[in-house]
């Protein structure tokens, strides 16, 4: 006998549909009411240690997202390697691009919240050649960096995608749409997630999104800012509720400082951390 669908209950008059529950607002709101003020926190605590990160384009858009596709499940200094390799095999004589960041001493670092020593300056890699070339040879070519077979495939989707949606290799026109848009554009990229999207729109065009790398999620599980049991995408969307346009930047960089420098994976340093105070993992009851 096959069974009739329920007959779905008419809303009664004069109710309004009630809307469904969001669990990252529900989260936010319930944070920033039992813990006020943490998060304003932890970025103060954060950049008196490691100093206030500022704002500023490290990269072109599409060379930003290759570069993280590069860097995903491998150290940064392998990633670098392998954009430099890109950049030899397949030379395109454009505009020279600076990576690294010169101080006030003139000495050169990496930007903020990168892991490797910084590209060296340089033109973006020619992106027609790296798409149209041969798959072993690309494999060849960005092998130091490591799953080099899953990546070079992910890199030409990325690419073919980005000229057959935008028809070229220029991101620059995401920069006017609302973020959420613009991620989802990114997102409809077969193989780029939340945090590759996110990390191209905050640091090429400053725009309120949070990359949840391993780093972000685990410190921000320890000290509470997100709840135990929340994944990465859960993480991004408590945190869309959480900061202010203007703390994103500087909550992204300063989380995987602490996250590298202080708040180890296996022996966080407690004894030195200035988020101790107000961090659960270290007192399962602060405020
Ligand atoms: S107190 Fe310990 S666990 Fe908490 S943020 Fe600092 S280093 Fe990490």
């Known amino acids: 006998m096959t069974r009739r669908p329920p007959t779905p209950t008419p809303a009664k008059p004069g109710r309004r549909a009630r809307r469904p529950v969001d669990p990252a607002?529900?989260?936010?709101?319930?944070?920033?009411?039992?813990?006020?003020?943490?998060?304003?926190?932890?970025?103060?605590?954060?950049?008196?240690?490691?100093?206030?990160?500022a704002p500023a384009q490290r990269l072109d858009p599409v060379s930003e997202l290759v570069l993280t596709i590069l860097?995903?499940?491998?150290?940064?200094?392998?990633?670098?390697?392998?954009?430099?390799?890109l950049r030899a095999a397949y030379p395109s004589g454009g505009p020279v691009m600076t990576h690294r960041v010169v101080g006030?001493?003139?000495?050169?670092?990496?930007?903020e919240g990168w892991g490797g020593?910084?590209?060296?300056?340089?033109?973006?890699?020619?992106?027609?050649?790296?798409?149209?070339?041969?798959?072993?040879?690309l494999i060849d070519v960005i092998r130091i960096g490591g799953l080099a077979n899953q990546k070079a495939p992910r890199i030409q989707t990325a690419l073919?995608?980005?000229?057959?949606?935008?028809?070229?290799?220029?991101?620059?026109?995401?920069?006017?749409l609302p973020p959420r848009d613009a991620r989802d554009?990114?997102?409809?990229?077969?193989?780029?997630?939340?945090?590759?999207?996110?990390i191209v729109l905050l640091f090429c065009f400053g725009m309120p999104l949070m990359p949840v790398d391993t780093h972000v999620e685990r410190v921000s599980r320890r000290i509470g800012l997100a709840p135990p049991t929340a994944s990465p995408d859960e993480q991004h969307e408590i945190y869309a509720h959480l900061l202010a346009a203007d703390q994103f930047y500087a909550a992204h960089?300063?989380?995987?400082?602490?996250?590298?420098?202080?708040?180890?994976a296996r022996r966080p340093a407690c004894d030195r951390c200035p988020i101790a105070?107000?961090?659960r993992f270290f007192d399962p009851k602060a405020e």
């Not at 992106?127 to 070339?133: F, G, P, T, Y």
Request: aromatic share 6%.
């Open 25 to 53: 607002l529900t989260w936010a709101r319930s944070l920033l009411r039992r813990r006020p003020g943490l998060v304003e926190f932890v970025i103060e605590r954060l950049g008196g240690l490691y100093g206030v990160p």
């Open 104 to 111: 006030p001493d003139g000495g050169e670092a990496p930007p």
């Open 117 to 137: 020593i910084g590209l060296a300056p340089g033109a973006p890699p020619d992106w027609s050649a790296v798409e149209d070339a041969d798959i072993g040879a």
């Open 160 to 176: 073919r995608t980005i000229r057959e949606r935008s028809g070229g290799y220029d991101l620059g026109f995401l920069v006017s």
């Open 277 to 279: 105070p107000r961090c």
């Open 71 to 85: 860097s995903q499940n491998t150290a940064d200094l392998n990633s670098e390697r392998a954009f430099e390799a």
């Open 185 to 198: 554009w990114l997102t409809a990229i077969p193989g780029i997630g939340r945090k590759t999207a996110s």
């Open 253 to 264: 960089v300063l989380l995987i400082q602490h996250g590298r420098r202080t708040c180890d």
